[in-house]
């Protein structure tokens, strides 16, 4: 009976690492009510909009991008961005030229990388924080460890099954029924996975439930104007963007930035 051994491990599993992901995200709703009142009364930039929606590497994005269609910045398609202008006129435009390089040129990978990591772009996360709209960096992280901790104990679960089916010795029939018993602790994990899935998308993971409805209640941008377009890239991202050149140039050599 050392199958029944086993199944305790993976019941043990399941269960820990759900409750813990279920306690997380009850957290994680829970704070901003508890630390901050009121979404901010003043109409966010489309810095603070970037970052609710996609982070801060979404900033990154859209202050290229707004560099790039107001000739201060030159973002070509092969991945290499050049300093038009070196006069910033924000503190992110200006961590962006310096980031750059005396030299006037660099790829865009790093500045996107080094300008999401900058100190201006973390003031700005500080003070949406603080104004209840997003999600603290503890608890994003938490979040995502849960979720990881989730998916571990499924893939234990599955792995315990298999030795328990594959031990020697058993009795004939003997693997349909602890399949059946191990089936159970996956599809809790599984089910929670999903429920968790389901709760968050296609929500930003930066964004507090304050946040999100303040991003739910935009109205969608009206294509035409440079103003619309960085309204609809601070929103939607890359995606959002009518010239592949432009995509290429901020999609190359990028890595994946999951939003969860």
Do not use: K
Request: overall charge positive; proline content about 7%.
């Amino acid at each position: 009976m050392l199958w029944v051994l086993l199944l305790l491990v993976a019941w043990g599993a399941a269960a820990i690492s759900c409750i813990r992901l279920c306690l997380v995200t009850a957290g994680a709703a829970l704070r901003p009510a508890e630390t901050a009142g009121d979404p901010a009364p003043h109409e966010l930039s489309l810095y603070e909009t970037a970052f609710l929606a996609g982070g801060p590497h979404r900033v990154a994005d859209l202050a290229l991008i707004s560099m790039h269609l107001r000739r201060r910045l030159l973002l070509a398609h092969t991945g290499w961005a050049t300093v038009v202008d070196p006069e910033g006129r924000d503190e992110v435009e200006r961590t962006v030229i310096r980031v750059i390089g005396p030299e006037g040129q660099s790829r865009i990978a790093p500045v996107r990388t080094a300008a999401a990591a900058a100190d201006a772009v973390r003031t700005l996360a500080d003070r949406l924080v603080a104004a209840g709209l997003a999600v603290p960096h503890g608890t994003r992280t938490g979040l995502e460890s849960a979720v990881r901790a989730v998916r571990g104990a499924a893939v234990l679960v599955v792995a315990l099954a298999a030795a328990a089916m594959l031990m020697p010795g058993q009795q004939t029939g003997y693997a349909g029924p602890v399949a059946a018993w191990f089936g159970l602790p996956l599809v809790l994990t599984l089910g929670c996975l999903a429920i968790a899935r389901v709760e968050n998308r296609p929500y930003s993971p930066w964004a507090s439930p304050s946040g999100q409805r303040w991003l739910d209640s935009l109205p969608a941008p009206v294509r035409g104007a440079d103003r619309d377009l960085l309204a609809a890239v601070a929103v939607r991202g890359v995606d959002a963007l009518q010239d592949p050149e432009l995509r290429a140039a901020l999609r190359s050599g990028r890595t994946a930035h999951p939003v969860r």
